[in-house]
C-alpha cells in the first residue's frame, strides 16, 4: 500500500520555464512533508519541507505548496536549470518533532532541457 | 557543513556471508535512521534509533540487526546475505531540538551480493 504516491514517474521541462512536481498522500496523520532531490548512486539531497500549519513554504527558486484537504503537495522550480536535472523524491511523516521515519513516494525523473 | 558519512561506499559478500555497514551522523544529531534502496524502488525504512535506544522499525528482515552506540554512530548487521539483499543502504541523521523532523542522508553504501 503506497501511502505516497507520486504519479508522474518521468518529467521534461525547458531551462528557464516553471518545474512542477506533484505528491499525493493518503495517510491524514501525515503533518510533516519533505522534497528531496537525488542523483543517481547518491543518497537524497534535502530541498525543502513544510509542516501541516502552513500551506505554502518558500527557498530560493523552490516552493513547495500543501493543499491538506486533497492531501496533496507539489514542488515548483523556477526557473527551471539544467542542474536540476535528477530524481525528486516526495517524503513525509507523523509527528513533528518525533523520531518519525519517513514514508517516501515513488519518485519523479525530472529532466531540464536546453 | 559535516555531513552523515557512511562506510564502506561499497560492498561485495557472497549469499551466506555477513556484512556491516557503519553509519556517523552528523554532529549533535540524536536520531539515525535505516533506508534499504532496491533498484528502481524507492527508500524503504528498515530501523531507527533515538539516544541510542530503538524508536521505530520497518520493514528489516530478522537476519538484519542494527544498533547505535555511545558515540550515536550506528551499525548495520546484516547475516546469512541473500542475492536480494543487494541494494543501496542509506543511513540517515536528524536532530529533534529543530522542531521539525528534517532528515539528513548520508551517500549510501552500495551492497552486492554475488
Known amino acids: 500500500d503506497q501511502q505516497v504516491k507520486q504519479n508522474s514517474p518521468s518529467l521534461s521541462v525547458q531551462e528557464g520555464r516553471i518545474s512542477i512536481l506533484n505528491c499525493d498522500y493518503t495517510?491524514?496523520?501525515?503533518?510533516?512533508f519533505l522534497w528531496y532531490k537525488k542523483y543517481p548512486a547518491e543518497g537524497p539531497t534535502f530541498l525543502i519541507s513544510?509542516?501541516?500549519?502552513?500551506d505554502k513554504n518558500e527557498d530560493g527558486r523552490f516552493t513547495v505548496f500543501l493543499n491538506k484537504s486533497a492531501k496533496h503537495l507539489s514542488l515548483h522550480i523556477v526557473p527551471s536549470q539544467p542542474g536540476d536535472s535528477a530524481v525528486y523524491f516526495c517524503a513525509a511523516s507523523e509527528g513533528t518533532g518525533t523520531a518519525s521515519k519517513l514514508t517516501f513516494g515513488t519518485g519523479t525523473r525530472l529532466q531540464v532541457t536546453l | 557543513a559535516a555531513g552523515v558519512i557512511q562506510s564502506p561506499r561499497h560492498l561485495i559478500k557472497e549469499k551466506r556471508e555477513t556484512a556491516t555497514l557503519k553509519c556517523y551522523p552528523i554532529p549533535r544529531h540524536d536520531t539515525v535512521y535505516w533506508y534499504q534502496q532496491g533498484p528502481g524502488q524507492d527508500p524503504q525504512f528498515l530501523i531507527s534509533f533515538y539516544e541510542k535506544m530503538q524508536s521505530d522499525k520497518g520493514s528489516i528482515p530478522d537476519r538484519f540487526s542494527a544498533q547505535q552506540f555511545s558515540d550515536y554512530h550506528s551499525e548495520l548487521n546484516m547475516s546469512s546475505l541473500e542475492l536480494g539483499d543487494s541494494a543501496l543502504y542509506f543511513c540517515?541523521?536528524?536532530?529533534?531540538?529543530?522542531?521539525?523532523?528534517?532528515?539528513?542522508f548520508g551517500e549510501g553504501s552500495w551492497l552486492t551480493v554475488v
Open positions: 540517515a541523521s536528524s536532530f529533534l531540538g529543530t522542531g521539525g523532523n528534517t532528515i539528513y
Open positions: 513544510i509542516s501541516s500549519i502552513k
Open positions: 495517510n491524514s496523520m501525515f503533518d510533516y
